[in-house]
Antibody, heavy 116, light 107 residues
Framework: EVQLLESGGGVVQPGGSLRLSCVASGFTFSSYAMSWVRQAPGKGLEWVSAIGTTIYYADSVKGRFTISRDNSKNTLYLQMNSLRAEDTAVYYC????????????WGQGTLVTVSS | AIQLTQSPSSLSASVGDRVTITCRASQGISSALAWYQQRPGKAPKVLIYDASSLESGVPSRFSGSGSGTDFTLTISSLQPEDFATYYCQQFNSYPLTFGGGTKVEIK
């Protein structure tokens, strides 16, 4: 069974940093593009970043967030620096990208709260 | 960035109703569109990809159509478990973008 499990969320002060992890199982992790998507409380979905042969970022996080992966550990990361209140959201990792043209599956999500 | 406009933003319907949700792209995206269902407190789940391909395991009452700029998700006979929020997403180009969502509520 394909599974994604995020961790690393929590409460952080504005300007602080946090690193999210997403451990994958049930598929050949290195063969697939992966993405991060976030959802602010009560709001819609916002794509954040993707990593495949190339790395992409949403303008809202460019220069502050860094996506990476360790294929030996089947793990996706999102390093988040200079956090702002508007970064408060549930962060999901998802398998897929432009080549497969869908995200499937998604992890259960991890909540990041930026507050003083 | 390509903008996706979903309509309506919410709707009320009864079990057994036929429901249609539309998604309009700000520029042509061929058939590079997916539809997701999200129940409260849960992660989204893909229903349709490539505008009209049904994801494995998804009930056949869900269908998608369209290409270019105009797309539709149809639920042929609404079931109790279908009350949720639905999102479209384009995969034509980065940045990937989502529609604003359509909340389907019980009438």
């Amino acid at each position: 069974e394909v599974q994604l499990l995020e961790s690393g969320g929590g409460v952080v002060q504005p300007g602080g940093s946090l690193r999210l992890s997403c451990v994958a199982s049930g598929f050949t992790f290195s063969s697939y593009a992966m993405s991060w998507v976030r959802q602010a409380p009560g709001k819609g979905l916002e794509w954040v970043s993707a990593i495949g042969t190339t790395i992409y970022y949403a303008d809202s996080v460019k220069g502050r967030f860094t996506i990476s992966r360790d294929n030996s550990k089947n793990t996706l990361y999102l390093q988040m620096n200079s956090l702002r209140a508007e970064d408060t959201a549930v962060y999901y990792c998802a398998k897929g990208g432009i080549t497969v043209r869908r995200f499937d599956p998604w992890g259960q999500g991890t909540l990041v709260t930026v507050s003083s | 960035a390509i903008q996706l406009t979903q309509s309506p933003s919410s709707l009320s319907a009864s079990v057994g109703d036929r429901v249609t949700i539309t998604c309009r792209a700000s520029q042509g995206i061929s058939s590079a569109l997916a539809w997701y269902q999200q129940r409260p407190g849960k992660a989204p789940k893909v229903l349709i990809y490539d505008a009209s391909s049904l994801e494995s395991g998804v009930p056949s009452r869900f269908s998608g159509s369209g290409s270019g700029t105009d797309f539709t998700l149809t639920i042929s006979s609404l079931q109790p478990e279908d009350f949720a929020t639905y999102y479209c997403q384009q995969f034509n180009s980065y940045p990937l973008t989502f529609g604003g969502g359509t909340k389907v509520e019980i009438k």
